[in-house]
Structures are given as structure tokens and as C-alpha cells.
């Protein structure tokens, strides 16, 4: 075929625009530039088909006047950007061959090459990577490719390989498509014009509807259509992206691709389905991912099972901070408990990461301090549990836990102190759990707290709110006043080994007080240096340490 | 004059030339357009095209009740359909403000304020 007359371009012009109606929803799902609102395809379809119903009214013989029927109807009908674009390069390509009856195969790429300079000049600022660039493309291969060759459908041929190759650069050349992983929408359907009218110049049927694209081509239009959709990720109605083959087997139930999309389009939205006679792939946003694996092993085996959960992805996309923040403050972490803010913050600044509010009568739960460190977010982790009630708890936490964790068996709050300065975040847990157990071995704790009843223990007979003296868990005495407590507790304890008495004073007990008792032991004690806290802690007046 | 966001973190203000710049950006991107023109033509010249850093003059901010409403005033390609270019000028700036601001806009109100002719 060496020329091409005005009838026969009316007929690729025909079949140009019913492959690309066939397609619209195809191109549809591409669109991501200049505004992802997925109406490209439908955009196109409607600006080519009034072009073509215009073509299809004034055709005759005579090229010229059929190409200016088409630019005529497709600037009437122009709807969106590529619509505009496909109109202002059909308006230039008719300019170009206005005065031709028929145009050979040098003329008609003339043609194409004058749409597209056309197009470029109605733009300011144009943007590679779209419609224009594989009109571009494909127009220059044209032009090229016309010196050598005469016959209209082989050079036709050269175009329609040249746009598609030109279409598959796209990504390279916008950003945005390469992000979301497609190919421009406006140059496929572009691509789809121009397949028409090849099919028309050899006379083929062209597939009522090709599948358009690589399945994964598909699926991914079909998220960024999805995610666009929602800006919220509470929005998302079916949360799971849901991805599986299945291998069609002849003794299972028969396999009808139509009744089968439509069974599948209950549990779902973005349904894609595409097979032959081996295998079916199948992609769906569900509920109920389960059910649809069910549905389809009616079929045949399950291959290539792909499950996502989407709202997790979302909410990594839109940025939102997940609702479960699990920052990592601290990968090596020592966790410990403790009664009163005072307390808390002293062992915040020795290097505790965390301190858990508890103590006597109200110990955490395994739970609790589990919870506690998956706060924090460690990875490996001290347990300092300060009371002999909560070192079960805190051993029983270190083994739920999944990650390396040991329990330093502290039993006060100065053996927690003593432990904690201990600390080497260089050093293994093994090897910090065996040196903070020693650093806290020669810390002698002294506690003075309230008795909430009568009775006797250790030979010390005790009334209901005496104050009771503890020396390393014995109790030495009991009596009404505080001060004779402290004192004798002190006395106890501070012998001639002894260099540092800490006093944290608590919740109830006045720093006056505190401070009456560190001066009358520096006064008996010239050696001893005294350091004393608000420790606020409830029910102990005093928590004493003697190293 | 500037535009407010307030959030959980204080106060973001957006002035108004910062708003044009970015309308007119993209306003310009769109097929067809080939400028932006100026909303005084007589004063400032019939048909100059304005240059970036003038898009104040041909795109109007304004603002009420925390809405934001723009003119904007551009210059077309001959030949094309211009119902259509104005449709795409106003998709585009009304998405491209609400992801580059979190803005959200009200109208975009185009006015063709010329016809250029593409000398071939």
C-alpha cells in the first residue's frame, strides 16, 4: 500500500477510536499525571469518538478534507488534557496534508511530524514522559523511517513500535510514574489510536479487549487508584491486597472467566482477572482474603500466594505515625521498678530507661513490665525488679519477652541504684547482669515504714502505726517516734567500713526532718559522706543505703 | 497578607505570593496555556506574558473564612479548545495547591485574558 486516500483514513480513524473506547477503562486506571483523577482514558475516548463520529459524516475521497473533519470533531469533543493534546496533533496533521487527496507514506509521517510541532507550540512549559513525548518519538521515527520506506502499513508498523518503545520510557522520564510504576496514560492511549490504525491498514480485527499492559502494570494503576481514593487509612473499606494464581485443573469445576470475575466481585474491590488455559491470576482489595483463596481452589491448586494488609502499608504512605509507635529510645535498655517520682527520676538519671510505678502493695504484673520494656523498645534488656516480691514476676517477663533479657535480683531501691550505675551498654547482658549483682551485694538498704497492724516478728513485738525499722529485710525495732527509728536504724547499719549513707526521704516526712537526721549523722559519723533525696515515695518515711 | 495554618505545633504562614507562585506553576504546566497574564492588561500591558516572579499580578489570592478562593488570569494557545484548557488550569492548581499546602480551595475562577496565535 503506497498511498492512503480519505476513505481509508476515515476507517483507521474508525478503528482507532473503537480500540481505544475498548481500552478507556485500562487507561483510566494509568492516570497519575497531571492530576491523578483516573479520567484520562474516558477523557480520550469521548474527545476521539466525536472525532471519529465528525470523521465518519464528512468523509470523502479526499484525504485532506477527511483529516479536517477529524481535527474539526476532535476539537469540539476535545475533554482533558491528552483529549486537547490528540487534537491540537490530528489539527496539525490535517494542516499538513490539506491540500492531499492522498498522501504516501512520506506525506502522512510530514504529517504526523507537523501535528507534533503543532502540539509543542500550544504549550508553555512541556512536560516530557507524556502523550507528547511518545507522539514526539514515534513522529520522528516516522520521518526517519519514511525515506526508506514506501508502503504505508510497514511504516505504520515502524511508528506503532517506535510509540510503544517510547511509552515503555516514560518512567524514566516523569517521576511520578516511575513511582507509582506505570506507563503514561495520555501516550497509551496514544499507543491504542495508533494500534487501530494499523490493524485497519492490514485489515486485521484487532482483540475486542486486550488486556492492556502486564498483569503487574495493572495491579499496580489499580493501588495507586485505590490509595488515591482514600486519604484516610480508616477509609480503606477492604484492607487486604490479595494476590494469587491458580493452576486450572480439568477434573475441578470449570473455569469461565466471566462468571468467575463476577463471583470473585462480591468479596472485594480492584478485581483483576486475567488467565488462559493453564492458570488464572487473580488481584483483590478484600475483607476476607481467606475466603477468596477458598473461592478459587475450586478450581485448581493455589499458586504464588501473595497477602498484604493495606492499611499498614497506607498508613507508611500518607507518613501518618502509626497508632502503636514503636520508636526505639533505647535498644539496650534497663527497666526497673520503683514507688514515688522522686525515686523514679533518680533512677532515670543514673540510666534507668524506664521505671515502672510499683513497689510494696502494688507490684507490677508480668504483664505490666513485659509491656514496659516492648514501650521502650528494646532489644536487649536489664530487669531491675527493687523488691523480692516482684523477681518472679520480672523472671517470668525476661522469658515471655523474644528478645535477650535477664533479671538483676534487686530487692530495695538503693540495690537498684547501686545496680544501675553498673551498667555498661558495652558490655553483654550476661556479663552486666553478673557485675551489677555485684555492685549491689555491698549496698546494706535500711527502711523505715508504718505497721498497719499488731503483731510480732522477728522477737519485736510491734503496735498498729508504730514505725518500723528494717535492716536488710529484719525488722530490728518498732516504736512511735521516727526519729528514734531513723537513728537507731542508722546506728545499725553504719559501722567502720561504711563511706556513703544515702537518705531518700518520702512522702511522708518533711526535708527538715531529712535534714536534722543528715546533720546529726555527720556529726556522730565525721567519715561517712551523706547525700540526701526527695525521693516522694509513699508508706517509707525513710529509705537509707549504706556503702 | 498572608495565609494561615494552624496546627498542633503553632502557626504556618503562606503569603499570598507564595500562593500565586505555586498556582501559577502549575497552572502553567497545563497544555495550552501559555501564560499567565496580567489582571491589569491596560496598565501593565496588553499582552505580556508574565515571568515568574510577576505571577502575583495575574493570580488573585483570597481568602474568607479560611477558604481560599483564586483568579487567576492566563493566556491561551489558538486553536485549541479553551473551555477545556480552563477546566485542566483549575483541576490542576486546585490538586497541586492541595498537596503542596494541605490547602483547601474553594474555587479557581479563570479568566482568558488573550489568544495567542503559534507562529509555525
Given at each position: 500500500m503506497k498511498t492512503i486516500n480519505g476513505n481509508q483514513f476515515a476507517e483507521m480513524v474508525q478503528m482507532g477510536a473503537h480500540h481505544l473506547a475498548q481500552n478507556a477503562a485500562y487507561v483510566d486506571a494509568l492516570n497519575v499525571f497531571p492530576v491523578p483523577d483516573g479520567d484520562t482514558g474516558t477523557n480520550m475516548n469521548l474527545s476521539m469518538t466525536s472525532g471519529a463520529a465528525e470523521t465518519a459524516t464528512h468523509t470523502t475521497e479526499h484525504l485532506g478534507k477527511t483529516a479536517q473533519a477529524l481535527a474539526k470533531g476532535l476539537l469540539m469533543g476535545a475533554r482533558g488534557n491528552s483529549g486537547v493534546i490528540l487534537s491540537q496533533l490530528f489539527r496539525g496533521f490535517g494542516k499538513s496534508?490539506?491540500?492531499?487527496?492522498?498522501?504516501?507514506?512520506e506525506q502522512f509521517a510530514a504529517g504526523l511530524q507537523y501535528g507534533v510541532d503543532t502540539a509543542y507550540k500550544a504549550v508553555m512549559k512541556p512536560v516530557e514522559g507524556t502523550i507528547l513525548t511518545v507522539a514526539k518519538d514515534a513522529a520522528k521515527k516516522a520521518v526517519e523511517a519514511?525515506?526508506?520506506v514506501d508502503a504505508i502499513d510497514e511504516l505504520m508498523t515502524i511508528i506503532l513500535e517506535e510509540a510503544k518503545a517510547s511509552l515503555k520510557r516514560t518512567p524514566d522520564l516523569l517521576p511520578?510514574?516511575?513511582e507509582v510504576g506505570v506507563v503514561d496514560s495520555g501516550g497509551q492511549g496514544l499507543v491504542y489510536v495508533y494500534e487501530g490504525f494499523l490493524a485497519s491498514l492490514k485489515g486485521e480485527e484487532l482483540p475486542e479487549k486486550t488486556a492492556g499492559g502486564s498483569m503487574d502494570e495493572m495491579i499496580s494503576a489499580e493501588h495507586h487508584m485505590a490509595i488515591q481514593g482514600f486519604m484516610d487509612t480508616s477509609e480503606i473499606e477492604f484492607g487486604f491486597c490479595t494476590e494469587f494464581m491458580v493452576r486450572l485443573d480439568e477434573t475441578k469445576k470449570s473455569f469461565d472467566e466471566g462468571d468467575f470475575r463476577n463471583d470473585l466481585s462480591v468479596y472485594g474491590d480492584s478485581l483483576l482477572v486475567i488467565s488462559d488455559d493453564e492458570v488464572a491470576k487473580i488481584h483483590i482489595h478484600s475483607e476476607q482474603p481467606g475466603e477468596v483463596l477458598n473461592y478459587g481452589q475450586q478450581y485448581g491448586d493455589l499458586i504464588k500466594i501473595k497477602i498484604e494488609n493495606m492499611r499498614e502499608q497506607h498508613t507508611d504512605l500518607v507518613g501518618e505515625q502509626p497508632k502503636k509507635q514503636k520508636t526505639v529510645k533505647h535498644p539496650y535498655a534497663v527497666v526497673t521498678v520503683a514507688m514515688g517520682t522522686g525515686v523514679s527520676e533518680l533512677l532515670k538519671n543514673l540510666g534507668a530507661s524506664a521505671v515502672i510505678e510499683g513497689g510494696q502493695t502494688m507490684n507490677p504484673s508480668t504483664e505490666d513490665i513485659v509491656k514496659a520494656i516492648k514501650d521502650v523498645g528494646a532489644e536487649r534488656v536489664l530487669i531491675l525488679p527493687n523488691n523480692k516480691n516482684i523477681i518472679m514476676a520480672a523472671?517470668?517477663?525476661?522469658?515471655?519477652?523474644?528478645i535477650e533479657a535477664a533479671v538483676v535480683p534487686t530487692k530495695t531501691v538503693p540495690q537498684g541504684m547501686a545496680a544501675v550505675l553498673a551498667f555498661n551498654p558495652e558490655a553483654t547482658v550476661e556479663d552486666n547482669k553478673n557485675s551489677m549483682t555485684q555492685a549491689f551485694a555491698h549496698v546494706k538498704t535500711g527502711q523505715i515504714t508504718h505497721a498497719v497492724r499488731d503483731t510480732s516478728i522477728d522477737?519485736?513485738?510491734?503496735?498498729?502505726?508504730?514505725?518500723?525499722a528494717i535492716a536488710e529485710g529484719k525488722i530490728i525495732l518498732s516504736t512511735k517516734d521516727l526519729e528514734v527509728a531513723a537513728k537507731q536504724l542508722l546506728e545499725s547499719m553504719v559501722d567502720e567500713d561504711a563511706e556513703l549513707l544515702t537518705i531518700l526521704y518520702g512522702q511522708d516526712t518533711t526535708e527538715a526532718h531529712a535534714q536534722e537526721l543528715a546533720d546529726w549523722v555527720e556529726a556522730h559519723y565525721p567519715d561517712v559522706e551523706?547525700?540526701?533525696?526527695?525521693?516522694k515515695q509513699p508508706l517509707y518515711p525513710y529509705i537509707l543505703s549504706v556503702e | 497578607m498572608s495565609i494561615e495554618i494552624k496546627n498542633d505545633f503553632g502557626q504556618i504562614e503562606i503569603s499570598q505570593d507564595a500562593i500565586a507562585q505555586i498556582a501559577g506553576g502549575a497552572a502553567i504546566e497545563c497544555y495550552g496555556i501559555v501564560g499567565m497574564a496580567?489582571?491589569?492588561?491596560?496598565?501593565?500591558?496588553?499582552?505580556d506574558i508574565l515571568r515568574k516572579e510577576n505571577f502575583s499580578k495575574g493570580v488573585l489570592v483570597r481568602e474568607k473564612d479560611g477558604k481560599v478562593n483564586i483568579d487567576m488570569y492566563i493566556i491561551v494557545s489558538y486553536g485549541t479548545k479553551i473551555s477545556e484548557i480552563a477546566y485542566q488550569v483549575q483541576s490542576k492548581v486546585k490538586y497541586t495547591l492541595g498537596k503542596s499546602l494541605g490547602m483547601a480551595v474553594e474555587s479557581v475562577n479563570v479568566y482568558v485574558q488573550g489568544v495567542?496565535?503559534?507562529t509555525m
Open positions: 496534508v490539506e491540500g492531499y487527496a492522498e498522501v504516501t507514506a519514511a525515506k526508506e511520578v510514574l516511575k523472671e517470668q517477663a525476661a522469658e515471655l519477652l523474644e522477737g519485736v513485738e510491734i503496735a498498729k502505726d508504730d514505725f518500723m551523706v547525700e540526701m533525696y526527695n525521693g | 496580567s489582571k491589569h492588561q491596560v496598565k501593565d500591558g496588553l499582552s495567542r496565535v503559534a
